[in-house]
């Protein structure tokens, strides 16, 4: 019992005591006040017992859902070098001064009962030594990139492009990040992502971490563990087919502008 419950107990024995006593009309007047006094006293310990949290009770019931979200980064990240706007060849695994738009495919699973939203995500690389760089993320424009469909070609069909022919390029399908998740319900799909002033090394050897940040302020984070491809195989989608005799084989084309953020 509480201490305000035994205060209760007491505050009726003293009254009962006093009572036993005196006799009399004082003494009845007192007994009673006590044993109602002692009786608030009491109902108030139980009904504060009732709303009292146990010991690591959780402030809000919202609070069950964290780490219900679970996030896998599938198969390989693309990278893709650029220098001002145009792709980089890689000489130096140390190279400075580069950009890399980077690319990955995302899977999201909710395992609680009530639907939650996505706030945010972020893309954070971890350096070896500590160092820790956050991507930018690029929305919205994945439309003008494609995964590049590599065949050997026949000599007579390769002129163009070494060894290898590309078929009819089609936009990448991105996360949907609006719609809530909902419980067990995978959702899939590509988000694009730019790491500015890292080197080649870096983007080879460093953590990437995946966080999706939900309406409910927790965060969820997976690790892009699988390998690195650099340069990778998602390109930017040419204003004209890329199988049209007169597309460029010695200059990969710019970047297309995306809304970075």
């Not at 390989?76 to 695994?93: C, L, S």
Request: charged share 25%; net charge negative.
């Amino acid at each position: 019992m509480s201490r305000l419950g035994v205060l209760g107990l007491g505050v009726m024995g003293v009254g009962a005591v006093f009572g036993s006593r005196h006799n009399n009309g004082a003494g009845v007047a007192f007994a009673s006040v006590c044993l109602i006094v002692g009786l608030v006293l009491i109902v108030a310990a139980e009904a504060r017992g009732l709303v009292v949290k146990p010991a690591g009770a959780k402030a809000n019931s919202t609070d069950g859902m964290q780490a219900r979200v679970q996030v896998l980064v599938k198969g390989e990240v693309h990278v893709y070098p650029q220098r001002d706007g145009k792709f980089q060849e890689i000489h130096d695994p140390n190279q400075a001064g580069l950009e890399f738009e980077l690319f990955i495919y995302a899977w999201l699973v909710h395992g609680a009962e009530l639907s939650v939203g996505i706030d945010d995500l972020y893309l954070i690389l971890k350096g070896a030594d500590g160092s820790r760089k956050i991507a930018e993320r690029v929305a919205g424009d994945l439309k003008n990139w494609h995964l590049r469909e590599v065949q050997r070609a026949s000599e007579e069909e390769s002129n163009w492009w070494p060894g290898t022919i590309r078929r009819a390029p089609l936009g990448l399908a991105e996360l949907d990040t609006a719609a809530p998740l909902e419980c067990g319900a995978p959702r899939e799909g590509w988000l694009h992502f730019r790491v500015r002033n890292a080197s080649p090394s870096e983007l080879k050897t460093g953590s990437l971490e995946l966080s999706v940040w939900d309406t409910f302020s927790h965060v969820h984070t997976g690790v892009a563990s699988r390998l690195r491809r650099l340069p990778g195989n998602v390109w930017p989608i040419l204003a004209s087919s890329p199988s049209e005799p007169d597309s460029k084989k010695d200059e990969p084309p710019g970047v297309p502008d995306g809304e970075a953020r």
